[in-house]
């Protein structure tokens, strides 16, 4: 499937199908992950980024263990 990319504002949009949004199980408010490698474009719903959770995690035992400390170091 090619694509344009449609002007929108000062931006420009890239429309997702709907067939397409059905197939990945996406809605119009699911966050996606959008990277690159200089050469190629890639979109991924965010939900489905395995390091998300992953990272989520180590985030709130961080806090859990040192939110005095960070919060004394954000002063």
């Known amino acids: 499937m ?3 990319l449609t002007k929108h504002g000062n931006s420009y949009a890239l429309v997702i199908d709907r067939a397409i949004m059905e197939l990945l199980k996406i809605t119009p408010e699911t966050e996606l992950e959008i990277s690159t490698d200089g050469t190629v474009l890639t979109i991924t719903p965010a939900s489905a980024c395995p390091r998300r959770g992953k ?3 180590a985030l709130e035992r961080v806090n859990a ?3 005095k400390t960070l919060r004394r170091l954000a002063q």
């Open 2 to 4: 090619t694509k344009t």
């Open 55 to 57: 990272v989520k995690s």
């Open 65 to 67: 263990r040192h939110s």
